[in-house]
């Protein structure tokens, strides 16, 4: 499937607290396109990805994610999909109920399972509770409901930072797929991300 | 993207997880097996006391046994990233956490109930009414999670939260409480199953279900940010 949303960010103001994170932020970003948000700790790129996700209301500005087919009552969370510190794996449940729960949540495709398990290197962790994985193994298994959703905006926080060598390689081959199809990606990250380069943003402090 | 099988997938889920491994769902039907068992020595065992307040007391350790379940019901999910996923899912978050509350009360209330009729035993109840006595517990334990839900989610954000999450839900069940105790007693008199009592504990019921996941999904969204 190819997608064709587009994201456009307008004058967008970010706080914690009491502290202004960043203000009169404006970016743009079409289908295939790629942002690395770059900065020091607490200069808030978790922040942003998490405004963009709808999961932080921003003092000001506005973000819009804007698809051929968009109508008022459809709503940015339909089209992206957001991967954070926290990677939602349960401890008792195996890998696999995890995946085929979370393509039904998000309209997935359960079938594709052992493919899109393959593809990360965790086709035989399926069957192992969440409980048993190491980091790097969660967060292939993060990244595997990423690619079970099939929505065009990615939005992650530091994607890359439990992997090894191999899992860093499957994540850029990732990526470079996804923006071949069409869609778009945003991470924020200290090193150089695997895979195609990607447009900068760099997050200044404000404190 | 298919609201309902969303939403049974919810609910199944919270089913799995409470009768897998570490889930706990087991833990408040045990907690209600004990407190009745401890009702003989507390007001003695006297049969004719303890038939007396025995269907009463039955309502106030289901109403204890349900709190017990409640502290985790939102707090594991907000703690490892499942409620914000979840806000993602385009699933309209009331209903998802009404499909929550109902998979988290099969899960718990299922074996509960199982317990009932060897719990009211215990405590003096005639043997022939002892199953209905259990479905009318039934219909108030669905009322006492949506209303606990509420606490719940208020609490879902605090460490160690649980006792606060009594503390909300308690006033909150006292209607729920006098009608189900009130309607037990009717029971126990004249064998009456649909009572006045028990048709507002059904009234209660409904108007939990509908409301309360609303309140609740409020309130969840007040530790997401």
Known sequence: ?207 | MGLRSALSALALREVRLGWGAGGGAFLPAAFFAGAVAVAPFAVGPDPARLGAIGPGYLWLALALATLVSLERLFQADLEDGTADQLLLTGVPLPLAVAAKVAGQWVSVALPLLLVVPIAAILVRVEPGKTLLLAGQLAVGSLALFQIGAIGAALGAGIKRGGLLVSLVALPLYVPVLIFGAASAEALMRDGTVLSQPFLFVCALMLASVALAPVAAAAALKLHID
Do not use: C, Y
């Open chain 1, 1 to 207: 499937m190819r997608h064709a949303a587009r994201l456009q960010v307008d004058g967008l103001a970010l706080a914690r607290g009491q502290r202004l994170l960043a203000r009169d932020l404006s970016f743009g970003l079409a289908p295939g396109e790629a942002l690395e948000l770059r900065g020091p700790n607490g200069t808030g790129k978790t922040t942003l990805l998490r405004a963009l996700a709808g999961l932080h209301q921003p003092l000001a500005g506005r973000i819009r994610l804007d698809w051929p087919q968009r109508t008022d009552d459809d709503s940015n969370a339909d089209r992206l999909m957001f991967l954070g510190h926290l990677d939602a794996i349960k401890p008792a449940e195996p890998a696999r109920a995890q995946l085929s729960f979370w393509a039904a949540l998000f309209g997935g495709d359960a079938s594709r399972i052992p493919d899109v398990a393959g593809s990360l290197g965790i086709a035989g962790q399926l069957d192992l509770p969440g409980g048993v994985l190491s980091a790097g193994q969660r967060r292939r298994l993060a990244l595997a409901r990423l690619v079970l959703a099939n929505r065009p905006l990615w939005l992650l926080d530091e994607p890359a930072a439990p992997l090894d060598t191999a899992g860093r390689a499957m994540l850029g081959a990732l990526l470079d797929r996804h923006r071949a199809e069409g869609g778009m990606v945003i991470a924020a990250v200290h090193d150089t991300p695997p895979g195609a380069p990607m447009q900068r943003l760099e997050m200044d402090t404000w404190a």
